[in-house]
């Protein structure tokens, strides 16, 4: 029986680790399915990473060692792969020397996110050599040291999708194209212009992958426009970026519920899900993340754990859910316990479906307690000031929810 199994060795469980032990919690093991613990930042060449945690800017790899250094002294399990997440803080793995049960007291999921490979796109055509995602892409590249094409199209806008340009030039491939199925890409603006005039890319707005062609190796993709005119771009590469999903393969057969609108485990305000031992932090709750929102999310959430273990986080008289109205995407955490008698460690997180301009709002009922007007992206992360303890909100006769609307003024393409 440990304290603490912590699963997952990225930016959000190692920060977990290294705070548990700093808050007296020392019987801590991690559980990394690779064989090196540090997360996706491991594959990432580019810099970025670092700042609010070492107060340096680093490259992904050398923020991944700083992480794993900082965790030094901490029960770091690599190559362990969980199978199974039961009851009363048990857990199944598979391990270099066999299966094995562990059990603790409590559990945190630190399990992250993934990318939405092709078939999940549902894009048709042949099956040939050259298909990847961004995380491939960077493994083989960075880690393996391979240049497994000549010329890339990039599937996908989003922020990642232009880590890609840096992989690429690093490894002398060329960018063909990126494509955006909406009418502008998903990134801030100026990120297509950079494509353009710093990679040579085109960015294609309006515009799917329908179908990969090629025999042994990708030959080029097959593209259709908003008109409905179509052309094929010739490639031996294609990168299907972005659309991340929340790595939940062990907690959906599980009892821990999920939430419909993220995708992650269903959570309040300090990371607990509906079963008391069991917690969650970083991008599993919610694709997706920087990595220092993921690292701090760990430290917070470590510590809402380490009162649980102490007495001082009591459990959930009642809830309050946390209602996102369409076109609102999500709002994590999902509800708000109480009593409340801690600071938040989750601040409440919004997202939107798209580019709207409007007035944003939270109310209970007929009661405003909060909105904001302006153009919301969905790139962009809203947290907005809620909180059981600001609201003055007790167990006792605490509304059913709050609604998160948004009240579209104009729409923005």
Same mark, same amino acid.
């Given at each position: 029986?440990?304290?603490?199994?912590?699963?997952?060795?990225?930016?959000?469980?190692?920060?977990?680790?290294?705070?548990?032990? /700093? +808050?007296?919690?020392?019987?801590?093991?991690?559980?990394?399915?690779?064989?090196?613990?540090?997360? =996706?930042?491991?594959?990432?060449?580019?810099?970025? #990473?670092?700042?609010?945690?070492?107060?340096?800017?680093?490259?992904?790899?050398?923020?991944? $060692?700083?992480?794993?250094?900082?965790?030094?002294?901490?029960?770091?399990?690599?190559?362990?792969?969980?199978?199974?997440?039961?009851?009363?803080?048990?857990?199944? &793995?598979?391990?270099?020397?066999?299966?094995?049960?562990?059990?603790?007291?409590?559990?945190?999921?630190?399990?992250?996110?993934?990318?939405?490979?092709?078939?999940?796109?549902?894009?048709?055509?042949?099956?040939?050599?050259?298909?990847?995602?961004?995380?491939?892409?960077?493994?083989? =590249?960075?880690?393996?040291?391979?240049?497994?094409?000549?010329?890339?199209?990039?599937?996908?806008?989003?922020?990642?999708?232009?880590?890609?340009?840096?992989?690429?030039?690093?490894?002398?491939?060329?960018? !063909?194209?990126?494509?955006?199925?909406?009418?502008?890409? &998903? %990134?801030?603006?100026?990120?297509? &212009?950079?494509?353009? *005039?710093? #990679?040579?890319? $085109?960015?294609?707005?309006?515009?799917? &992958?329908?179908?990969?062609?090629?025999?042994?190796?990708?030959?080029?993709?097959?593209?259709?426009?908003?008109?409905?005119?179509?052309?094929?771009?010739?490639?031996?590469?294609? !990168? #299907?970026?972005?659309?991340? !999903?929340?790595?939940?393969?062990?907690?959906?057969?599980?009892?821990?519920?999920?939430?419909?609108?993220?995708?992650?485990?269903?959570?309040?305000?300090?990371? /607990?899900?509906?079963?008391?031992?069991? #917690?969650?932090?970083?991008?599993?709750?919610?694709?997706?993340?920087?990595?220092?929102?993921?690292?701090?999310?760990? $430290?917070?959430?470590?510590?809402?754990?380490?009162?649980?273990?102490?007495?001082?986080?009591?459990?959930?008289?009642?809830?309050?859910?946390?209602?996102?109205?369409?076109? !609102?995407?999500?709002?994590?955490?999902?509800?708000?316990?109480?009593? %409340?008698?801690?600071?938040?460690?989750?601040?409440?997180?919004?997202?939107?479906?798209?580019?709207? /301009?409007?007035?944003?709002?939270?109310?209970?009922?007929? $009661?405003?307690?909060?909105?904001?007007?302006? *153009?919301?992206?969905?790139?962009?992360?809203?947290?907005?000031?809620?909180? +059981?303890?600001?609201?003055?909100?007790?167990?006792?006769?605490?509304?059913?929810?709050?609604?998160?609307?948004?009240?579209?003024? %104009?729409?923005?393409?």
């Amino acid at each position: 029986m440990h304290d603490v199994l912590i699963l997952g060795a990225g930016p959000a469980g190692l920060s977990a680790a290294i705070e548990l032990r /700093r +808050a007296g919690v020392r019987d801590v093991v991690v559980l990394e399915r690779e064989q090196t613990a540090g997360g =996706v930042p491991r594959h990432c060449g580019h810099p970025g #990473f670092g700042w609010r945690e070492f107060r340096r800017v680093l490259g992904g790899p050398d923020y991944a $060692r700083r992480l794993v250094r900082a965790a030094d002294g901490v029960d770091v399990r690599t190559g362990h792969t969980v199978v199974r997440l039961g009851r009363d803080g048990v857990v199944d &793995v598979v391990a270099p020397r066999g299966p094995a049960t562990l059990q603790a007291r409590r559990v945190l999921l630190a399990l992250g996110t993934r990318e939405m490979p092709r078939a999940a796109r549902l894009v048709s055509g042949t099956r040939p050599w050259g298909v990847f995602t961004t995380g491939a892409l960077q493994q083989l =590249v960075y880690l393996a040291h391979q240049r497994p094409c000549t010329r890339a199209v990039i599937v996908g806008t989003e922020l990642v999708s232009f880590s890609n340009l840096m992989t690429m030039r690093h490894a002398g491939i060329r960018p !063909v194209a990126m494509i955006e199925p909406g009418p502008r890409i &998903v %990134a801030p603006r100026v990120g297509g &212009v950079v494509a353009r *005039l710093a #990679f040579g890319a $085109r960015v294609h707005v309006r515009t799917e &992958v329908v179908a990969v062609h090629g025999t042994h190796r990708v030959e080029g993709v097959e593209i259709a426009h908003a008109d409905g005119t179509r052309a094929t771009l010739a490639c031996d590469g294609v !990168v #299907f970026s972005g659309r991340f !999903v929340p790595e939940t393969a062990i907690v959906r057969p599980s009892h821990v519920a999920l939430d419909p609108h993220t995708g992650g485990p269903r959570v309040d305000q300090y990371g /607990r899900t509906d079963d008391p031992a069991i #917690f969650a932090a970083g991008n599993l709750l919610r694709p997706v993340e920087a990595s220092w929102t993921a690292w701090d999310e760990g $430290r917070r959430v470590a510590r809402a754990i380490a009162a649980s273990l102490h007495g001082t986080l009591p459990p959930a008289a009642s809830h309050v859910a946390l209602a996102p109205v369409d076109p !609102v995407r999500y709002a994590c955490p999902q509800q708000l316990a109480l009593p %409340a008698p801690l600071p938040a460690a989750l601040p409440v997180n919004v997202r939107v479906r798209a580019p709207i /301009r409007g007035r944003l709002r939270a109310a209970i009922g007929p $009661r405003e307690l909060w909105r904001a007007d302006r *153009l919301w992206l969905p790139e962009r992360r809203t947290l907005i000031p809620l909180d +059981a303890a600001t609201l003055g909100l007790s167990a006792d006769g605490a509304p059913a929810r709050v609604d998160i609307t948004l009240e579209s003024t %104009a729409n923005h393409g």
